[in-house]
């Protein structure tokens, strides 16, 4: 099976490109738009003051759209399911692609068990008395079955839990800015005053400001997923580099226009904002405020559908990853196996699996054994950003040095190199200083360390382990594949 990406001949291999351009583009959209927007910007804010947080969101924010740009430039080009750990393995380091297809596959798994805790706690809000093991197992059911029956029931579900984000946030931008001038709520306007109260709108200093910047890091977590459903996207020349033009600046819009209406409205000494319970969420509390009734009760619905949303996106991710490992003989030959819908079942079964296993040991000896799951996937995520900037540096190089026209790309990423080169360093940065707090007081915390960054030093093991093993090297510049998963 093949189909045309801009005159190049696009190998399916087996996966259904059912993808279209607007699922791709709400996938991406949706993937950022979570818990880290809807609860932890209250926190953010609290922490730093309005000027702080918004500064650290948009500093990360530019850094998420040179790696987007990075990833559209190789996905377009070289649309499959392996993504940035095919690109590692083709462009720098078979034994780097290894490692972080493992890595990705893996911080999903274990995040989906983070999800299926989380929606027994939303449920809880309106059912107290019922089971938590109804809803984990329905959330299980639910996020099985919307992967299984074909790569397009997939993409509807992503389409409409992500407009369903959208909404809310389009929503709640402009009830904010109507309250901020009079216009609602049965008040005075409020202006600027709550930014400058106290030692505002920079509160806590430059430290203050850098634990933010670290934290909205991961809130950006999740526009990868660009580069994973490039493998089963209509038309792939098209499609991603319309997603890449659309999304960085919509969601940069949404968190920064957010922010900014959180700051204005409520003030950034209000305890309120540090709490992570969704009935004292800030976008609740404005709702709130606004005459809203039910806020609390619409808003936990909200993270509900944004909760499924990162489920059933995970999973996705997930199976295509260890799908395209198995078909890279770097796993088991088994993850191979597609049913006739084009679905990789066993790969499916298998991520479902891990995901349970790692929820059930939330029960026993206190929950430290999926504690310590959680912070071993801590860093996942921006690993996997380190190699997308690394393996599109390379590419880049690679392909002008092969004597290949930067024309005939599908997308061409601007401003390289500072590109990846700026995103590569920012990302670096907020992996080394995860826990810099642990290094600053009177003693060294080791355990802090220890808990911090065991992302690493596995992630380490695993590439080294596998580049020893086999012998690996990095891939000479003139040597670097192009041809081949097109």
């Known amino acids: 099976m093949s189909n045309k990406n801009n005159g190049q001949s696009v190998e399916t291999q087996g996966l259904n490109r059912g993808l279209k351009s607007r699922h791709v583009t709400m996938i991406s959209l949706g993937g950022t738009i979570g818990t880290g ?6 926190g953010a804010i609290h922490e730093a003051g309005p000027g702080g947080a918004l500064l650290a969101y948009s500093l990360i924010g530019i850094m998420v759209f040179f790696l987007m740009t990075s990833l559209g430039e190789m996905a377009a080009f070289m649309p499959v399911s392996g993504s940035f750990s095919t ?58 079955t919307l992967n299984v029956l074909s ?4 993409g509807e579900s992503e389409y409409w839990f992500s407009l369903i984000k959208v909404v809310t946030i389009v929503v709640f931008i402009i009830v904010s800015f109507l309250m901020v001038f009079g216009l609602m709520g049965g008040q005075d306007p409020v202006g600027f005053k709550n930014f400058f109260i106290e030692d505002g709108p920079f509160h806590g200093g430059f430290f203050a400001m850098f634990g933010i910047f670290l ?8 526009t990868e997923l660009l580069g994973i459903t490039a493998g089963e996207t209509e038309d792939p020349g098209k499609s991603i580099p319309k997603a890449v033009r659309q999304v960085f600046w919509r969601i940069l819009l949404f968190y920064i226009l957010a922010i900014l209406a959180i700051g204005l409205l409520i003030p950034f000494t209000d305890e309120r904002l540090a709490s992570s319970d969704i009935t004292v969420s800030p976008f609740t509390l404005v709702f709130e405020n606004a005459g809203i009734a039910f806020a609390a009760s ?31 003989g770097k796993a088991p030959k088994m993850f191979t196996k597609l049913n006739k819908r084009g679905i990789p079942m066993a790969a ?18 206190d929950g430290v054994v999926y504690i310590w799951l959680l912070n071993a996937s801590g860093m996942c995520g921006f690993v996997a950003w380190l190699g997308i900037a690394v393996s599109h540096y390379r590419f880049r190089k690679a392909y002008i040095i092969q004597g290949r026209d930067l024309n005939e790309l599908p997308y061409k990423a601007k401003w390289f190199p500072f590109g990846p080169i ?26 802090g360390i220890l808990v911090s960054y065991i992302g690493l030093p596995i992630f380490l093991a695993i590439w080294f ?7 690996t090297k990095i891939v000479k510049l003139e040597d670097c594949d192009f041809d081949s998963h097109r």
């Not at 934290?215 to 999740?222: D, E, K, R, T, Y």
């Open 37 to 42: 927007l809807f609860l932890a910007s209250g």
């Open 87 to 144: 690109y590692a393995s083709k462009f720098v380091d078979p034994a780097l692609g290894f490692a972080l297809g493992w890595n990705y596959w893996y911080n999903w798994a274990i995040t989906i068990a983070a999800e299926i805790a989380a929606v027994s706690l939303i449920m809880k809000f309106w059912f107290p008395d019922v089971s938590s093991f109804i809803w984990t197992a329905g959330f299980l059911v639910v996020i099985f």
């Open 151 to 154: 790569i397009k029931s997939f």
């Open 215 to 222: 934290a909205a890091g991961f809130s950006f977590q999740g």
């Open 298 to 328: 619409v808003m936990n619905a909200i993270i509900l559908t944004a909760i499924l949303s990162s489920g059933n996106s995970g999973l996705y991710a997930s199976s295509r990853m260890l799908w395209e490992l198995a078909k890279d």
């Open 348 to 365: 499916l079964v298998a991520t479902c699996l891990v995901a349970c296993v790692s929820f059930i040991a939330s029960f026993f000896g």
């Open 422 to 447: 700026f995103a590569f360093v920012l990302c670096a940065i907020v992996v080394v200083g995860q826990n810099y707090t642990a290094f600053t007081g009177d003693h060294i915390d080791w355990y």
């Open 465 to 471: 382990g596998y580049k020893i093993v086999h012998k």
